[in-house]
T-cell receptor, first 113, second 114 residues
Framework: QQQVKQSPQSLIVQKGGISIINCAYE??????FPWYQQFPGKGPALLIA?????SEKKEGRFTISFNKSAKQFSLHIMDSQPGDSATYFC????????????FGQGTELSVKP | DGGITQSPKYLFRKEGQNVTLSCEQN?????MYWYRQDPGQGLRLIYY???????QKGDIAEGYSVSREKKESFPLTVTSAQKNPTAFYLC?????????????FGPGTRLTVL
């Protein structure tokens, strides 16, 4: 019940296209859903995050869509660029577990020029 | 520069040896975390600490130990009891110890068992 399942494992998108990464969870106590971006050999960095009281959050070319009833959330990258090529992790947490994040398995995104 | 530093960047261990990975932060963050990253498995929590002199086991604590004697330091020891220690280890910290505050990650240490 603590798992977060992420798909696809890898994704290839043409420059200018839309990249979509999906995550699903079981624990209805999760109340915070961040996405992290990781470049090779580096630590992850927070990209965007959402709470379940909203269905969508947009920051520049990055949008999180959240479906509480389906227990799913997704990251959309509009106008994908080669510089977006990285590994993306979704995560989830509850507010009462000392800041513990449960991460998905990761998606390796490659944007072709 | 404020941030999290991890050392060394690469570490090689022989079978049966204990090794210690360093993590230091100057962000004045309360909580610190250690994760292990393996290909295709995401990040898994090893240990975390919300305050000095206190820490809790994460999901995969067996074969690891930590200490939190200072707010800015959270070293991880990989003991000989950890049967498959080859992995990328990431340290993170956050202000206030709640998940709603951003976790900032260090650059990682890649540990290889020879």
């Amino acid at each position: 019940q603590q798992q977060v399942k992420q798909s696809p494992q890898s994704l290839i998108v043409q420059k200018g296209g839309i990249s979509i990464i999906n995550c699903a969870y079981e624990n209805t106590a999760f109340d915070y859903f961040p996405w992290y971006q990781q470049f090779p050999g580096k630590g992850p960095a927070l990209l965007i995050a959402i709470r379940p009281d909203v269905s969508e959050k947009k920051e520049g070319r990055f949008t999180i869509s959240f479906n509480k009833s389906a227990k799913q959330f997704s990251l959309h990258i509009m106008d994908s660029q080669p510089g977006d090529s990285a590994t993306y992790f979704c995560a989830a947490s509850t507010g009462n577990q000392g800041g513990k994040l449960i991460f998905g398995q990761g998606t390796e995104l490659s944007v072709k020029p | 520069d404020g941030g999290i530093t991890q050392s060394p960047k690469y570490l090689f261990r022989k079978e049966g040896q204990n090794v210690t990975l360093s993590c230091e932060q100057n962000l004045n963050h309360d909580a610190m975390y250690w994760y292990r990253q393996d290909p295709g498995q995401g990040l898994r929590l090893i240990y975390y600490s919300q305050i000095v002199n206190d820490f809790q086991k994460g999901d995969i604590a067996e074969g690891y130990s930590v200490s939190r004697e200072k707010k800015e330091s959270f070293p991880l020891t990989v003991t000989s009891a950890q049967k498959n220690p080859t992995a990328f280890y990431l340290c993170a910290s956050t202000l206030g110890g709640t998940a709603r505050n951003t976790q900032y990650f260090g650059p990682g240490t890649r540990l290889t068992v020879l």
